[in-house]
C-alpha cells in the first residue's frame, strides 16, 4: 500500500508557507529493481530533514534525480511550484538545487576559487582571479571556513575537499543543498563543524536535505526526518516526534519474532580461520580495518553485518589475500598466511565470491566456459603442465552450466551477454565446485530473484555442513541471522558487537550497525 | 514522425566482422576513386598500377610478400601487447634496436664458424627485448605510461642508428653514403631464387601460429587474455598480473626486434639510416584491423603490403606517395567506422503525436 505524508513542517524558527521542492510520485527503475516507488516528498525553506534508510532503501537515487544526475521514469518535480523537469545537474543547478556527493565532484587541479566559477554560465568572458579569489573568501569566511581559496583542490582534505564542494554549490546560489553522507568520511570534530555550517545554511532561508545512516546524528540536527525502504516512504515525521527504535523498526521492516531464527547447534569444528588484530590502511590516512580479532571454525557460518562502508570489503581482500593487513596477523588451519599472495591464499583452499560480480569476479570478455576456468587454471583437469585444453575448458563451462542450472548453457557464451544473477550462479559454483576449506562469500545474494537465492543459500549450508568455514558479509538482516551461527557487527572498520541469531534481533542489530553510541 | 534509433547489438560472428571489412575497404577505395579523379588523375590507371600490379604480377606478388613480413612480425609484436591493454607503440624502435644489433653481429664479431644469420636474428630478437623490457618494468614497478616511454624509445633508437651510419659504423666501400659496409654472405638469410623473397615469410608465419598457440592453448596465454580484459578478475583470481606485464613487453619487444634482424638480413645486407618506412607504426594499424589476433595479422599485413608495394608503382607512374598515405588513411577510417557502426543495429521507429513518455512535464 502506497502512503503519502506531507505533515506541514513544525519548525521554531521561520516558518514559510510553501515548500520550496515538492516531489510527487517520483519513480525511477533500474532493470527489474524498482529504486524509488511513487515517492513523494517536500522540502521547506529553513529546514533540514533527514532521509534515512537500508542501502538500497532509494535515498540517494531520489536525491541524484532531484539533482539532475539521474532521469526519472514518472513523476513531477516543482520547485517553489513550478514544474520542471531536470535534464542535468546544470538545469538542477540553475533552479538552485545542489547536491555534495560521497565522492568530490571537484576538478582535482584546480584551485578551490576557480572550481567555485565551474560551470558558471553567469560569470563574465573574461574572469579576473583576484575578483573570483575575492568571492571565494567572502563566502569561506561567511560560512566559517579555514580554507585558503587558492590551494589546488588536490592539495585538501577529505573534509576541506567537501567543504570546497559547499563552496562550489553556494556560489551558485542554491536554495537547496543535499549532502550524501557527508560524514561518512570525517572526524568527529569535522563532523561538529559541518553540522555548525549546516545550521548557518538553513538560518539563511535554504534547506538541507541530509541522507545518512547515522540514527545519532539524524535525531541531533534534523528538523525532519523521512524513512525510505525499498524504494518507498515508509515514515515522515518531525524530529522531535521520532523515537530511535522506531526508526530502526521503519528502516529494518516488520521486526521478525526471536523465535523465527533457530540456527544449527554450532559445529564443533576445529578453528579454521584466526585473525588477530588485523589493520588495514584506507584511502586518506582512515583505517578501514582497526584491530579485528575474529575465530571462524569449520562448518560454521559468520555473518558480518554493517552499514556500507563499514570495513567489509577490506576484511573481505584481507582474507581472500587481495590486501596484505598492515598490522596483525591471518592463521588458517594454523598457517601463518599473513602477507601470502593470492594464489597461495586459494591453494590453501581459500575461496571467494566478490561483491563486485562484473567488475571483480569475472572476466566479460571471455567466455563461459573460460570464466568457469579463471579460478582453477592450476587444475590438472584443464590441462597438463603449462598447456590448457580447450576441450576441458568447454567441458567445465558445461559442467557447471549444467549443475548451477545456468541458462541458457552455452559454454563459448560471453559473460558480458549473462544477466547479474546468471553471472552470480556461475561465480558460486566456480568457488565452490570443490568443497572449500574456507569461502568468504561477499553479499552473495544481492539482487538475486527468488529461486536464484533459494539456490545459494542452500549451497551456503551445504557446504558448512562438509566442514567449511564460511564468513558472510551481507546487509540482510534476515539472511545474516537465518544463515549464521554468529554475526559480528563491523562499525567503522572496528568490530562493534557479537551477536547469536538465537539471542538478538533484527533491531538489536540495526542499532548495533549504527555504532556504539546510538541506543534506544 | 519517424526517427532514427540506434540499438546496441551484442555478439559479433566472424562472418559478420569479415564482411564489414571487406565492405569497408571496398567504400574506401570507391573514396579513393573520385578523390584520384577529382585530382585530375587517370584513376583506372592508377588503381591498376596499386592494385593488379602488386597482385597480378609474380615481380610485384613476391614484392607485396616482402613487404609483409617485417609488418607481419611487427604486427604480432603490437597484438600481443595490446591483447593485454599494453599500448607499446614503439614496435619501431624496438625493429631499429634489433637492427642495430643484428648489425654489429654481422660486421662486428669474429667468425664463430657457424653461420651469422641466426646469431644476428638471436642478437636481434634480444635487443629489441630490452628496449621493450625498459618500459615495460617501468611501468609494473613505477606506473609509468608505457605509451610515453615506447614512444620516447623509437626517436632514441632511430636517432642512435642514424649516428651510427654517419660516424662509426658509416661503410669504407660505401662511396661516402652514410651506411655501413655490406654483410658478408654468410650473414643474408636464404631467398628463393630469382626473387627478394626471403624465409622470413615462413618465420613471419611461424611465429603467427606460436602466439596463437601460446595465447589460446596455454594457461599462461589465459591469464594474459584474463588480464587483458579486467584487470582486476586477474588478481583476484591470483595470477601474478605485474610479472605477466613485463613478460609480455618483453615478447613484445622481441618480435619487434625480430623484425628488424630479418629485414636486415633478408633484404637489406647493410645497415641504412631510416631504412623502415614506418613498419613499426604502420604495425599498429595491422594489429588493430587484425582485432589483435595473431591468425589475422599476416593477412591484414599481406594487405598492407599491397599498398606499400602499390605505392611505389605509383611512383614509378609519376605520381605522388603522399596518394597512397591518403588510400591508406581512407581505408582505415573507413574501416575504424563500419567497425563501431557494426556494434549498432539501426531502425527507423514511427512516432505518434501522443508517444511522449508519460510523467515528464515541460515548462
Known sequence: MRQSFHPAPQLSREVTLDPVVELRGITKSFGPVKANDHIDLDLWPGEIHALLGANGAGKSTLMSILAGSYSMDAGTIRVRGRSTCFRSPADALKAGIGMVYQHSMLLSRMTVAENMAVGDRSMPRIVRRRELLARASAMAERLGFPLDPQRRVAELSVAERQQADILRNLAREVVVLILDEPTAVLTPQETAGLFATMRTLIRDGASVVFISHRLDEVLHLADRITVLRQGRVVHSAPAVACAPGDLVAHMMGSPAARSEYSSPAPAPGRVVLKLQHVQADGLHGVQSLTDVSLEVRAGEILGVAGVAGAGQSALAEVLAGLRAPSAGSILVDGDDMTGMSAHRFRMRGVRYVPGDRRGRGVAQDLSLAENAALTWLHHPRLGRGHWLSRGAVWRMGADLARSEGIEPGDPGRLVRLLSGGTIQKLIVGRETLQCPVMLIAEYPLHGLDVQATGFVEARLRALASSGTAIVLISEDFDQLLSLSQRIVVLFRGRIVAQRRPEATTPLQLGLDMLGPRSTP | ?363
Open chain 2, 1 to 363: 514522425m519517424r526517427r532514427l534509433i540506434f540499438h546496441r547489438r551484442h555478439g559479433r560472428s566472424a562472418l559478420h566482422d569479415s564482411l564489414t571489412i571487406a565492405g569497408s575497404i571496398g567504400v574506401a577505395l570507391l573514396a579513393g576513386y573520385l578523390f584520384l579523379e577529382a585530382s585530375g588523375i587517370d584513376a583506372a590507371g592508377a588503381y591498376r598500377a596499386l592494385l593488379v600490379d602488386p597482385l597480378g604480377t609474380s615481380y610485384g606478388f613476391f614484392e607485396t610478400l616482402v613487404k609483409a613480413i617485417p609488418l607481419i612480425l611487427t604486427g604480432l609484436a603490437v597484438a600481443v601487447a595490446f591483447r593485454m591493454r599494453l599500448w607499446n607503440i614503439g614496435a619501431e624502435g624496438q625493429l631499429y634496436a634489433g637492427a642495430l644489433a643484428a648489425t654489429y653481429v654481422a660486421l662486428f664479431t669474429p667468425d664463430f664458424g657457424l653461420p651469422r644469420a641466426p646469431l644476428m636474428l638471436v642478437a636481434a630478437c634480444a635487443a629489441g627485448a630490452v628496449w621493450a623490457a625498459v618500459p615495460g618494468v617501468l611501468r609494473a614497478t613505477l606506473g609509468v605510461s608505457e605509451i610515453l616511454v615506447t614512444l620516447m624509445g623509437n626517436y632514441v633508437a632511430i636517432l642512435v642508428a642514424d649516428h651510427l651510419c654517419y660516424g662509426p659504423w658509416k661503410g669504407k666501400t660505401t662511396f661516402g653514403f652514410p651506411m655501413s659496409d655490406r654483410f658478408p654472405d654468410d650473414a643474408a638469410l636464404p631467398a628463393f631464387a630469382g626473387t627478394r623473397l626471403h624465409v622470413g615469410l615462413f618465420v613471419g608465419v611461424l611465429c603467427s601460429l606460436a602466439l596463437w598457440a601460446l595465447l589460446w592453448r596455454t594457461k599462461w596465454g589465459f591469464q594474459v587474455r584474463v588480464a587483458g580484459s579486467n584487470v582486476r578478475a586477474a588478481e583476484y583470481a591470483g595470477y601474478r598480473v605485474k610479472r605477466d606485464a613485463v613478460v609480455v613487453m618483453i615478447l613484445s619487444g622481441t618480435l619487434a626486434g625480430m623484425a628488424g634482424g630479418v629485414e636486415l638480413s633478408g633484404v637489406l645486407h647493410r645497415l641504412q639510416p631510416r631504412f623502415s618506412p614506418g613498419y613499426g607504426y604502420t604495425a599498429i594499424l595491422v594489429a588493430w584491423l587484425a582485432r589483435l589476433h595473431p591468425l589475422a595479422v599476416p593477412l591484414v599485413a599481406f594487405l598492407f603490403g599491397v599498398l606499400l608495394t602499390g605505392g611505389e608503382q605509383l611512383q614509378v607512374m609519376g605520381i605522388s606517395s603522399s596518394l597512397v598515405d591518403v588510400l591508406q588513411g581512407l581505408i582505415l577510417l573507413s574501416v575504424l567506422a563500419a567497425d563501431a557502426a557494426a556494434n549498432w543495429r539501426m531502425a527507423w521507429v514511427v512516432h505518434q503525436g501522443s508517444a511522449l513518455s508519460e510523467g515528464v512535464v515541460h515548462d
